[in-house]
């Protein structure tokens, strides 16, 4: 157990839907990285935030967008979602911004229909 | 573009033998490599790290190798057991203004443990 957990585990929308991912860091980790695994694009960084804050962007699309709380738990929202957005979307977190020593959830496997 | 690839996407190796996973990196500005292991429905665990600045990194049962002459990284992993039945991910980690960016990873290797 990472420690890292992330809800839901499974997610069936319809296309055009909008859902939102929640990820509780690790017990004292600031930092929050969100990353997508497809079977053609593998595992690709989408956003990170740090204490609040946004701190880096990857290959986020506009409709996604994420916050990280003052409670450091963080969400990931889907908006107008496509069959191509179907995929396994991990949460990781690590102590400071350091992303070497992050540490991930099981993830939520989302499904497009 | 910058990207970090693996060359085989299957390994099997007979229990006890030693593994080798390989990976080819084009950034030569990266600050760390890591290697990550990917069980079935499993997040990614992370295994080890090194730093660009270094060749060789030991861990337990585990050896990274960087060779940034030709942008090469390997994972040897030592009397493989059923237990190291998973993918391999390398990644790369660059150090920017306050922190660092997301990894990037590469595509997987599926390592198999024959009995």
């Known amino acids: 157990d990472s420690g890292v957990t992330q809800t839901p585990k499974h997610l069936i929308t319809a296309t055009g839907q909008r859902v939102t991912l929640r990820c509780s860091p690790r017990?004292?980790?600031?930092?929050v990285y969100w990353y997508q695994q497809s079977l053609d694009q593998g595992l690709q960084f989408l956003i990170q935030y740090y204490n609040g804050e946004e701190r880096a962007k990857g290959n986020i699309l506009e409709r996604f967008s994420a916050q990280q709380f003052p409670d450091l738990h963080s969400e990931l929202n889907l908006s107008s979602l496509e069959l191509g957005d179907s995929a396994l979307y991990f949460c990781?977190?690590?102590?400071?911004?350091?992303?070497?020593?992050?540490?991930f959830g099981q993830g939520t496997r989302l499904t497009v229909v | 573009g910058e990207s970090v690839g693996l060359h085989l996407p299957t390994l099997s190796v007979q229990e006890g033998d030693n593994s080798i996973i390989n990976c080819a990196y084009s950034n030569s500005a990266s600050d760390y490599f890591i290697w990550y292991k990917q069980e079935s429905g499993k997040g990614p665990q992370f295994i080890i790290d090194?730093?660009?600045?270094?060749d060789k990194r030991q861990g337990q049962r585990v050896t990274v190798l960087l060779n940034k002459t030709v942008k090469h990284l390997s994972l040897q992993i030592a009397a493989t057991q059923p237990g190291d039945s998973a993918v391999y991910f390398c990644?790369?980690?660059?150090?920017?203004?306050?922190?660092?960016?997301?990894?990037?990873f590469g595509k997987g290797t599926h390592l198999i443990i024959q009995p």
């Open positions: 990644a790369e980690s660059r150090y920017s203004g306050g922190g660092a960016d997301g990894l990037t």
């Open positions: 017990s004292g980790d600031l930092s």
């Open positions: 090194i730093r660009s600045n270094m």
């Open positions: 990781a977190s690590s102590a400071r911004g350091m992303n070497t020593e992050a540490f």
